[in-house]
């Protein structure tokens, strides 16, 4: 099959998207006004020193660690020993602008998906630990843009977790090579003589 | 290395005279500027991405995710379920590929003259080439020591099947088994342009910029007259500085994402419409085997061995790669689910081996600019759904016959199969976009080459149909995608448009 013209499904995609962007806009503003919609009152307070990840999506991966990453006692160390939330800052400032925009309103369309979607009528942040499982559970099921802000959100906060060398003793990693071994490096190869 | 980087520019504006000016310094712009430079042209070789020496080569993915790879390698399609890694530093992805080295099966070289009328690129005029390109670059296929134990299963597997499995050849000169290759190799053994075309270009007189992101195609009366550029500090992202190149010939080999936005920004050789279109990618798929015994497949060489059992299209059309990553890549991005979950399985990573399905894909995705902003735009079309589906059970055939007690696919909801009577599993798996997790190394084709000006891009000397000293030399050139690892190919294809520049300067210099 080739492409002779665009593609067909190229405007379901730009549909797709420019709903993410008008629902993460609309909900955005209009949802923290309703009541029990705003974020969490006793979400955790991102740390001073984080400068890429906003106070929503610190408060939303903050919610959503416990459901995504080892729990505790399971053989693997307890994620809140490991700096996840420190490296997911790094992580998030090197996304280039219009990713990083993507990814912010695909977060915020999340958090505050979870007034309508499953009709918990409060924003994913206020939800019990039960119900936000399921309701992420319900993204991965979703439409695309919901499959990928789901990867999005696990995959960061998985990577994040296993970045940390702490986390690969457990599962017998030594890490990199060249701290354990010396081997020489072979420089340039010789110009061709043919 | 004598690289100019911005650090060293002093002034606002920088100016350049050239024969050739080359775009990319990957598998396609090295090869072409060295062969040009070493028959005496004078060449300027621009690079977007910075020069990172091997010494800052650290073997951790996420540091080196960071300085050399395009988008940090966090560049993915429109629905965020396909990752495109491509390389953007001296040496392009040459650095940070697995340095596998395969030529593009005579059947394809064939299609391409009857589908496409591509003239004196078959079996026979490209043969010597790849020889050549062989030797060079060291490319031999895997010695046992070079087989670690992930391939080694593999290879056990295949074997009990009956299946055509064979050690892979690579590009690399006594190889120091540290399994790193995607990382770059800290010890220079891989023979990527990084270590070879790149300082022999320069050794024959090629002056070689990095930190330079090529902007404009200059053009006049139908000819390019060279190209404008940005020169910025890698570290702050600040412009430093604007170069212009004026050249006889401008060669792009950017990649097959980069050329086609820059031919679409600058409105250039695209009478055919077709620029950006035709977009394949090799959509590439891990399978993971998990074992009773402990295999530490990262440990030794990357890639190991493969099977083409299934490589020609009418018996599937894909190629299974052993080749096993480290553990933050293994369990934070291959091993599906979350919490509870994955925790089973993540924590036997070192029980697990992996091998890359790579798929001979259709060429229906595009690559465009939308309000000045990068598209990438591709969806597995339904018959390559079949195929990734015959792939995946033929992958899990593979593993369970070398003993494995899982297989686990690369699906978003998590699928294992615990013996092959799960092999019927597969036929029910959702794969609507964003069911699974692909990646993909080897994008291609969106600057098609052809004999027909209104359905390609580029004829069979490389120059675009509409501007005869502007020729394309990158993996956007294929016509269909070449089934194989693209970095071989590329060198190849190269080669043989600087021999063609060399050979008939009048065809290219007017």
């Known amino acids: 099959m080739d492409n002779q013209g665009p593609n067909p499904l190229s405007g379901v995609t730009r549909r797709d998207l420019l709903k993410l962007t008008l629902g993460a806009g609309a909900l955005g503003l209009a949802a923290p006004l309703l009541p029990g919609c705003g974020p969490a009152p006793d979400a955790p307070a991102r740390p001073a020193n984080f400068s890429h990840l906003s106070d929503l999506e610190y408060a939303v991966f903050h919610k959503a660690a416990p459901v995504v990453l080892p729990p505790p006692g399971d053989g693997l160390p307890d994620y809140r020993q490991v700096p996840v939330f420190d490296n997911l800052d790094r992580f998030f400032g090197s996304f280039p602008d219009p990713v990083r925009k993507q990814v912010a309103d695909g977060l915020r369309l999340f958090e505050y998906g979870a007034i309508v979607i499953g009709w918990h009528f409060r924003s994913f942040t206020r939800l019990s630990d039960d119900d936000a499982r399921g309701y992420i559970l319900r993204w991965r099921t979703g439409n695309a843009v919901q499959k990928a802000v789901y990867q999005v959100l696990t995959r960061a906060l998985i990577s994040c977790y296993w970045q940390a060398p702490v986390t690969w003793k457990s599962v017998g990693y030594a890490g990199p090579l060249y701290l354990r071994e010396t081997i020489p490096s072979l420089g340039n190869a010789p110009l061709p003589t043919e | ?510």
Not at chain 2, 310 to 319: I, N, T, Y
Request: a negative charge; hydrophobic letters at 40%.
């Open chain 2, 1 to 510: 290395m004598n690289i100019i980087e911005a650090v060293h520019i002093k002034t606002a504006s920088v100016r350049e005279k050239a024969d050739v000016v080359v775009v990319g310094s990957g598998a396609g712009g090295a090869v072409m500027a060295y062969e040009l430079a070493a028959a005496g042209k004078k060449v300027v070789l621009l690079e977007a991405g910075p020069y990172v020496p091997s010494t800052a080569f650290n073997e951790n993915y996420a540091d080196m995710f960071d300085r050399l790879f395009v988008d940090k390698a966090r560049q993915t399609n429109v629905d965020g379920d396909l990752n495109i890694l491509q390389g953007s530093c001296v040496g392009g992805s040459t650095v940070v590929n697995a340095t596998v080295a395969l030529r593009v099966p005579d059947w394809i070289l064939e299609q391409w003259h009857e589908e496409f009328g591509v003239e004196g690129m078959g079996p026979a005029e490209l043969g010597p080439k790849f020889d050549l390109v062989e030797k060079r670059l060291w490319i031999h296929a895997n010695q046992p020591h070079e087989i670690n134990q992930n391939s080694q299963l593999m290879k056990r597997g295949c074997e009990a099947l009956g299946w055509s499995v064979r050690p892979t050849p690579r590009n690399i000169k006594n190889c120091a088994l540290a399994g790193y290759c995607m990382a770059g190799c800290r010890y220079d053994r891989k023979q990527s342009m990084l270590v070879t075309y790149v300082p022999w270009a320069i050794e024959k007189g090629a002056r070689v910029y990095a930190d330079a992101r090529v902007e404009e195609i200059r053009m006049e009366g139908g000819r390019a007259t060279g190209v404008g550029a940005v020169i910025r500090d890698p570290r702050t992202g600040r412009m430093k500085a604007t170069l212009v190149v004026e050249a006889d010939a401008v060669v792009l080999a950017a990649g097959a994402v980069q050329t086609p936005l820059l031919l679409l920004k600058n409105g250039v050789a695209n009478s055919s419409g077709q620029v950006g279109l035709n977009f394949s990618c090799h959509p590439s798929l891990n399978i993971i085997g998990v074992f009773e015994a402990v295999v530490k497949g990262w440990e030794g060489a990357l890639q190991g061995v493969l099977c083409d059992e299934f490589a020609p299209d009418d018996k599937g059309g894909v190629l299974f790669q052993g080749a096993c990553p480290d553990a933050f890549l293994l369990n934070g991005f291959s091993v599906p689910g979350i919490g509870s979950e994955c925790v089973p399985l993540a924590r036997r990573a070192d029980h697990m081996t992996n091998m890359v399905q790579l798929n001979h894909d259709a060429n229906v995705g595009r690559v465009y600019l939308e309000d000045g902003m990068k598209k990438i735009e591709y969806r597995v079309s339904p018959e390559d759904r079949e195929r990734m589906r015959k792939g995946f059970k033929a992958g899990a055939r593979i593993w369970f016959a070398a003993g494995a007690k899982e297989v686990v696919l690369p699906t978003i909801i998590p699928t294992v199969l615990r013996s092959e009577k799960d092999l019927d599993l597969v036929d029910d798996m959702p794969m609507e976009p964003g069911d699974l997790s692909m990646l993909s190394y080897h994008p291609q084709g969106s600057c098609r080459m052809g004999a027909d000006p209104a359905k390609t891009v580029v004829n069979s000397w490389g120059q675009c149909h509409d501007v005869p000293n502007l020729v394309v030399a990158d993996a956007s050139i294929f016509p269909t995608s070449v089934l194989v690892n693209t970095q071989l190919p590329v060198y190849v294809a190269a080669t043989h448009f600087a021999d063609l520049m060399n050979q008939e300067p009048e065809r290219y210099f007017g």
